[in-house]
């Protein structure tokens, strides 16, 4: 606990620095003058620059460390948090709404990990980022928000319905638009879930959190009938086309599928074909009303 503050205190930042030490600039301000790493958190204004800090199932509050662009490397203010408990330092959390802060008391490092988040700035870079989760020391008299998903040391798998925008990218990225290519394969995905659905197919999709990590993974169908495992991709240029393996091997790890199908808007060249006969992965292409099948 910081002398003289009270959790629920509200005071300027200036004068946290003022009297503790510490950067006024950033998130993260370890001090010279005190024993302490002070964290500063703003989820309203941290959102739309890739920080979604909030509170787990666990109780402990989720911290995104610090680092705009490129991926989040465990060095100065980051490292700071890490080895609070080493160095002799307290961990202390301010909620921040500039120009003032609410002091939230002091915390300690349970544990952390990596997720991906988008770049400050640029909604279509996704980049790695540091996620400490904290347990407070003292009763919190603030509310603060939802961490969007809680850690988990086992895969979480749970079957959901197709919904446009019930996407990996969607998920880092909430508030994103998404691309003509998206826009494709996400009517490719919903005409060709109508087709089966009519041939009497029970037809979802599949939604993976990896274990220790927050962001799930979507499949794009899953044909319950058949166990077929399908990624859909909005055009048959190569770099889509390994993508898509990539991900249905991917997938594949925690989902049982007894065949992996590409779905596409067209047939795929000789030698793509070729490819994913390779690593035995069907394709299901549209020509004209009918639904083409190209098996290894």
């Known amino acids: 606990m910081l002398d003289g503050l009270t959790p629920g205190q509200r005071l300027r930042r200036r004068e946290v620095h003022k009297r503790f ?3 006024r600039q950033g998130g993260i301000a370890s001090s010279a003058k005190s024993p302490v790493v002070l964290f500063f958190t703003d989820p309203v204004t ?24 490129g991926d ?25 709404k500039s120009p003032f802060v609410t ?49 988990r040391s086992t895969p979480q798998i749970d079957m959901v319905w197709v919904e446009r925008r019930n996407t990996e990218v969607a998920f880092v990225v909430p ?13 490719l995905v919903h005409k060709y879930r109508d087709y089966l659905s009519s041939r009497g197919h029970d037809v979802k999709r599949v939604k993976v959190v990896p274990p220790d990590e927050s962001a799930p993974l979507y499949t794009d169908l899953w044909d319950e009938t058949t166990e077929d495992l399908i990624e859909a991709k909005g055009s048959v240029a190569r770099e889509q086309i390994r993508m898509a393996v990539g991900q249905l091997f991917d997938y594949g790890r925690f989902v049982p ?10 047939r795929p060249r000789r030698d793509l074909l070729d490819y994913l006969a390779s690593v035995d992965v069907r394709v299901v292409y549209r020509d004209g009303d009918r639904w083409e099948t190209v098996s290894s």
């Open 21 to 23: 030490g510490g950067s």
């Open 46 to 69: 941290g959102h739309p620059h890739g920080y979604y800090d909030g509170m787990d199932d666990d109780g402990l509050y989720n911290y995104v460390g610090e680092g705009q662009r």
């Open 72 to 96: 989040q490397q465990l060095i100065k203010g980051n490292r700071a948090i890490l080895n609070h408990a080493k160095d002799g330092r307290s961990l202390e959390g301010f909620l921040a």
């Open 103 to 151: 002091y939230l008391g002091e915390f300690e490092l349970v544990d952390h990990h990596f997720t991906e988040a988008h770049e400050s700035g640029d909604k279509n870079i996704l980049r790695q980022v540091v996620v400490f989760r904290l347990r407070s020391k003292t009763d919190i008299s603030v509310e603060l928000p939802r961490a969007p998903i809680t850690k």
């Open 175 to 187: 508030d994103r638009e998404p691309y003509e290519m998206e826009r494709r394969e996400s009517d």
């Open 257 to 266: 599928a007894k065949t992996k199908t590409l779905l596409v808007p067209s």
